[in-house]
């Protein structure tokens, strides 16, 4: 186990910068997840740390030794591929112990240790199997197995369950969280998925072009995102993001005052973010009106499309009672839980 | 045409399928069917082209049995074999594994090991040939002498022969080998190799443990493929030895060298045929025997 942290991490391919200083800390066996779109710069962060991409400017440390010039396999990592990278030749056994290929001890040990592991995984029957003859999940598992039976100090995962069906994702996700639980590790784990960031992660990095727009636990990036960029990035349905201005009266939305608060001069726009969760269909009046254009049944709940003066917003309305389409409704929001973006997209606190 | 309409989509699909292979179908048995078993039935025959043909059943095969000339050419084939297929296989995934490491002049480099494969085989014997003779016309023995280095009699010498057409043999199938592995190598997922190397694995293990394995079923398609190649050689040889095709004293002749001679120079069709039934079986079996050996399920 160790502590991981990245200082003014750059990197770039010729001219072409991705990566333009990153900054991290990461305690000894915290789970932090880096989300972001595609072409954020997640993986090639990743690859860097796990050394099977140069460093072309600023610091990796791991344990604090700095690891820059170091081989992968000096790192005391291990790695989870997206692919899984497991070969197909190979048995379960001879993949979980592919990795103590190198490792100086016994071979009564290397047999110990890949049995134990294959028992965390429940893969203990599967031993003798080809990669052919299991399923997704599993190949995933016998992918986390080559990197646990090592012992690493660190675990790094490259988006692990994206080539895993929907349900059997939530069910991976849940199985690492466990494990994280039980071995203590730390781990970095790479997704774009902010579902899988949300629920497993101790701290989420997003990131957005190379840069780092937030680093916080699941809570704080999704209550006080520093940017609009996280706001709509995190949260499903995204973030309702309202173009309104400053008035002497307060925070004036689509003609109407919401708030009764000047965070800025007045006169100046300011973007105000609502979640969908946060803005309730009532019959009454509310903070604003508008016209049900689409609804979007999802059981427990419904998601009513609202047009009020141009903007479309998304509420989120009762499964059972749900508003009828295309009907005049009324949507009443917290002044407590509006955001407030500037110009720029920096949250205003 | 309302017999056709009526069929349903399965049996509408079979018409066409039939209706696309009726073609090659008897395109095959007219070109390789009829002929084929025209020769199996020819090798119990005699027969010179002009005459007619008679039956002289094993005949053919007892005077094959004891032509010493046969075995001569029987044993310089599989040397061809026994020595160029390992030899090609094994340099042109060398130089496969190599380049396609190679970043610079990647594709001049591969096109430069492709070109013998564009090239006519009788244009490349040739040169190869005056590459071989003696001084002052041959290359190599200009450039031996230029050293002080005694000749060497390249194509002259009933031990030396065999080898210096074998050489240009194998230079020619390379480009092609080389390709196939390429395609190989590339088709292996870059993660198996960096999984690998945070595993600290050595090269050596990746080579013999990741990448020979994975490339298996192109090992499978070339050995089979050169194997063939290298069993039906010809051409080299002839070129090469125009003066007294497959010498000297038949220490370079190949199965079909002998196969041609015996048809087209004594114009002996039934002995040719009982050779050509020999080179097919040795053929097939050799196919056969490779394919059991490498299928291997993985």
Known sequence: MATLSLHNLVKAYGKTEVLHGINLDVADGEFVVFVGPSGCGKSTTLRMIAGLEDVSGGEVRIGGAVVNHLEPKDRNIAMVFQNYAIYPHMSVRKNIGFGLRTAKMPKADKEKRIEEVAAILSMTEYLDRKPAQLSGGQRQRVAIGRAMVRDPAVFLFDEPLSNLDAQLRTQMRLEIKKLHQRVGTTIIFVTHDQVEAMTMADRIVIMKDGHIQQVGTPAEVFHQPANAFVAQFIGAPSMNMLQGRITADGIEVAGRVIARKTPGAVGSAVTVGIRPDDLRVTPDAGSFAGRVSVLEPLGAETLAYVDIGGQEVVARADGRTPPPLRAQVHLTVDPANLHLFDAEGVAIR | ?298
């Open chain 2, 1 to 298: 045409m309302k017999r056709y309409r009526n069929l349903s989509i399965r049996q509408k699909q079979v018409v066409w399928a039939w209706g696309f292979l009726a073609l090659p179908i008897l395109f095959y048995v007219v070109i390789r069917f009829y002929p084929t078993f025209n020769a199996i039935v020819l090798s119990f025959q005699s027969w010179n082209l002009l005459g007619p043909r008679e039956w002289v059943g094993l005949e053919n095969y007892v005077k094959l049995w004891h032509d010493p000339v046969f075995w001569k050419v029987f044993r310089n084939t599989f040397v061809y074999l026994i020595l160029g297929t390992p030899i090609s296989l094994v340099l042109s995934f060398v130089i496969a594994y190599q380049l396609d490491k190679t970043r610079l002049l990647h594709g001049t480099l591969r096109a430069l090991y492709f070109l013998p494969f564009l090239t006519s085989t009788v244009a490349m014997a040739w040169v190869w040939r005056w590459f071989y003779q003696p001084v002052p016309i041959g290359l190599f023995n200009n450039f031996l002498a230029s050293l002080g280095f005694a000749q060497v009699n390249f194509l002259n010498s009933t031990s030396n022969a065999l080898p210096s057409i074998l050489i240009p043999a194998i230079w020619a199938g390379l480009g092609f080998q080389i390709i196939i592995f390429m395609a190989g190598l590339r088709a292996i997922p870059t993660s198996y190799y960096e999984a690998a190397r945070i595993d600290g694995v050595s090269g050596w293990t990746i080579l013999w443990e990741i990448t020979l394995p994975l490339l298996k079923p192109t090992i499978v398609f070339l050995v089979v493929f050169s194997s063939i190649g290298f069993l039906r050689i010809f051409d080299q040889v002839f070129n090469m030895t125009t003066n007294n095709p497959g010498g000297p004293l038949d220490s370079t002749k190949p199965l079909v060298l002998m196969i041609y001679q015996t048809a087209f120079s004594s114009f002996d069709m039934g002995y040719a045929a009982a050779q050509t039934v020999v080179l097919f079986a040795i053929l097939l079996t050799v196919s056969l025997v490779q394919l059991r050996i490498l299928r291997e399920k993985p």
